[in-house]
């Protein structure tokens, strides 16, 4: 047993960039302001919809790298096309701070940033001699292979508490349920749809959400109108909360096959996700270059990872391909969606072609110091997209 983020110092992150070719003053090439995010006990996106209501600006005009979670210290990169004194160097909460870093010829977008460096402090760490002893194997592994070899799964974070259930419903084209879900966890109060009109009152609500309300006091049956007040930037969040859950479904399967006995498990939103103990370096370079489908509308993501999968099978001599597509089948099914499913006509702005990800995350700089008996503090860089609780779990899965 160990515990991570008891207080917002034990979990820092800094994003990193480019900052080569960022300019002091705006010229006409260079408009969009460059600032740096710093909070804690506040969402990406909530922070920004407060600096949006602070400086009287849509939370649309922001442009982010990716999101960062509510716990911890955080620092990130926004850009913005409008830009005032005021906004430099400020805090907009005790737990919000804007600083200026330059000017750029390009609004910052999702996938922009190049790594995220993390310090992070585990405590009531129970068998410390073990997880030390790991500690040493993984550095001598990681100066064979270039890095430790964690997979890529993606953390409880990235599917909240109802984002999952609410990406499946947008699948469906549910969307009068999908509304309902959204109204009903901020107001916590039950209501029918065909009243929401005299039954909610709007100052109650914030963010997106109050956008969504206004529009179904309106007209209460026009739920397509209502979804598209919402950023599609937040609306893909419930999309890719399914394509992470299936990623980890695949990649789970994979190491199950491949790995045998030889694993750790732990539960995960409902999943058994699986680490091996096994550090093979000669089976572990086989698999070095894979990536996973995040599954979309586009058909050639599964046929071209069935090509791969077939390759594995001669390599492993083991018959993987069969059980992998048993897996996708099972949860398309249980779930009544396709990869057509991912092409909303209605909802155009948030269709998915899909893309891949790395089954292995690269981590690198990783050290640690012996804060106590009970407490390590880790330092490492993991590069975009890849979550580092979810390697602490494996650091300390033994």
């Known amino acids: 047993m160990y515990k991570i983020k008891q207080t917002d110092d034990d979990f820092i992150v800094n994003e990193i960039i480019n900052k ?3 300019k002091n003053k705006p010229d006409k090439n260079h408009k969009y302001v460059i ?26 005009q922001f442009g982010i790298a990716g999101l960062k979670d509510k716990n911890g210290i955080t620092s990130q990169y926004i850009s913005l096309n409008r830009y005032t004194e005021s906004m430099c160097n400020i805090e907009i909460d005790k737990d919000i701070k804007l600083e200026f870093i330059g000017w750029s010829e390009n609004p910052i977008k999702i996938g922009d940033l190049d790594n995220n460096e993390f310090e992070i402090r585990v405590s009531c760490i129970k068998q410390l001699d073990l997880t030390i002893s790991k500690l040493n194997l993984l550095k001598k592994i990681e100066i064979k292979l270039g890095f430790i070899p964690c997979i890529n799964y993606f953390d409880s974070q990235r599917f ?6 609410q990406g499946i419903l947008l699948l469906n084209k549910n969307f009068k349920e999908f509304n309902y879900n ?28 109050k956008a969504v309300v206004k529009e179904l006091q309106k007209s209460n049956t026009d739920h397509i109108r209502a ?37 750790c498990t732990i539960e ?31 058909p050639n993501l599964l046929n071209s990872f069935y090509d791969d999968i077939k390759k594995l099978e001669n390599e492993f001599d083991v018959n993987i391909l069969d059980e992998i597509k048993i897996e996708i089948d ?19 702005q948030i269709s998915l072609e899909g893309d891949y990800r790395n089954l292995f995350l690269k981590s690198n700089n990783f050290n640690y110091e012996l804060v106590d008996k009970e407490t390590l503090k880790f330092k490492f860089v993991l590069t975009k997209g890849s979550y580092a609780t979810m390697f602490i779990k494996f650091i300390m899965c033994n």
């Open 268 to 298: 995960n939103i409902n999943q058994n996700i699986y680490f091996f103990n096994d550090f093979e370096i000669e089976k572990i370079n086989k698999l070095i270059n894979l990536k996973i489908p995040l599954i979309g509308y586009d």
């Open 182 to 209: 959204l109204i009903k966890q901020q107001s916590n109060i039950d209501f029918e749809m065909e009243t929401i009109d005299c039954e909610l009152n709007i100052d109650d609500f914030h963010n997106y959400e």
């Open 35 to 60: 600032l740096k995010l710093t909070k804690s006990n506040f969402t990406t996106m909530d922070a920004l919809y407060k600096i949006a209501k602070v400086f009287l600006i849509s939370v649309k």
């Open 160 to 165: 909240s508490k109802n984002n999952f259930k």
């Open 227 to 263: 979804l598209n007040t919402i950023n599609p930037k937040i609306l893909k969040i419930f999309l890719h909360s399914v394509q992470s859950y299936l990623y980890n479904l695949i990649s789970g399967k994979l190491i199950d096959i491949l790995f045998k006995t030889k694993i």
């Open 330 to 348: 099972n949860f398309f099914n249980e779930f009544k969606i396709n990869q057509r499913s991912f092409i909303l006509n209605e909802l155009p």
């Open 20 to 22: 080569s070719k960022l």
